[in-house]
C-alpha cells in the first residue's frame, strides 16, 4: 500500500519568514513535491514554509493548483486543549506543530499550526 503523499509547494530559501531583505523569494524560487508527513515536519521544523502546490514556480493566486491538506494558524483566541477537543479534529488531524517562538510547556499562550492530510483533494480554478 502506497503511503499518502502530501501534495506541497516548497521552497528552501525562505527561513523563519525572512530572507535578509530581500523579498524576491517570498513570491520566486517555488517547488512543486509530494511528502511523507515526516518531510513536511522536518521541512516547517527547519523553518522553511509550504503552500499549496503551484502552475510555476511563481507563487501568486492566479498560480495555485492542487494540495491535499489543511492548514490551521492558531496565533491567539483557541487552547491547543481547545482545538484538540474540536469534533473536527478528533477525526481528521495529522498533526501539531509548535511555533518556535513558543516552547510546547507554554501550550496555552501557544502559536501553532494544525495540520489535516488526506481528507480530500482541492483543485484551484
Known amino acids: 500500500m502506497q503511503e499518502n503523499r502530501i501534495k506541497v509547494a516548497i521552497n528552501p530559501n525562505i527561513v523563519d ?3 535578509k531583505g530581500n523579498t524576491y523569494y517570498l513570491g520566486n524560487g517555488w517547488k512543486n513535491v509530494e511528502l511523507t508527513v515526516e518531510e513536511l515536519i522536518a521541512h516547517v521544523l527547519d523553518g522553511h514554509p509550504y503552500c499549496a502546490q503551484l502552475n510555476s514556480d511563481n507563487r501568486a ?11 490551521i494558524d492558531v496565533d491567539a483566541g483557541t ?4 482545538a484538540l477537543d474540536h469534533e473536527f479534529s478528533q477525526k481528521h488531524l495529522t498533526v501539531v506543530i509548535f511555533s518556535k517562538k513558543r ?6 499562550s501557544s502559536k ?7 481528507i480530500f483533494r482541492c483543485r484551484f480554478y
Not at 61 to 71: F, G, H, M, Q
Request: hydrophobic residues 45%.
Open 17 to 19: 519568514k525572512h530572507i
Open 61 to 71: 493566486a492566479k498560480n495555485y493548483r492542487l494540495t491535499n491538506l489543511i492548514s
Open 79 to 82: 487552547t491547543l486543549g481547545e
Open 103 to 108: 516552547p510546547p510547556r507554554m501550550i496555552e
Open 112 to 118: 501553532l499550526a494544525m495540520i489535516f492530510i488526506g
